[in-house]
């Protein structure tokens, strides 16, 4: 449990600098068009980005905005595969 925990908050930390890689993998998607694309300020956006602090309906329209899908899923401790 301590395990899957640990794993969660690592992705949690790490989520502004994955949503930057992402953009740059769509055609080096700007923090403007992003914020456009989820309906809100940019300056919202940068305040999220800055302080890693995202609802999990946010991070859906994020995906949605990069032309793609959220996926959260727990990992076993024992084989380190998804449980699902």
């Known amino acids: 449990m301590i395990y899957l925990i640990f794993l969660f908050t690592i992705w949690i930390m790490d ?3 994955y949503i930057r890689m992402c953009c740059i993998e769509r055609n ?3 923090m403007k068009e992003l ?3 989820t309906e809100q300020t940019q300056q919202n956006l940068t305040n999220k980005m800055r302080n890693n602090n995202f609802k999990t309906s ?3 329209k994020i ?3 990069l032309d793609s899908h959220l996926e959260i ?3 076993d401790n024992a084989t380190g595969q ?3």
Do not use: T
Request: net charge neutral.
């Open 82 to 84: 998804p449980i699902i």
């Open 58 to 60: 946010e991070l859906e």
């Open 15 to 17: 989520i502004a600098k």
């Open 28 to 30: 080096n998607m700007q």
């Open 35 to 37: 914020s456009e694309k």
């Open 63 to 65: 995906a949605a905005a």
């Open 73 to 75: 899923r727990f990992i």
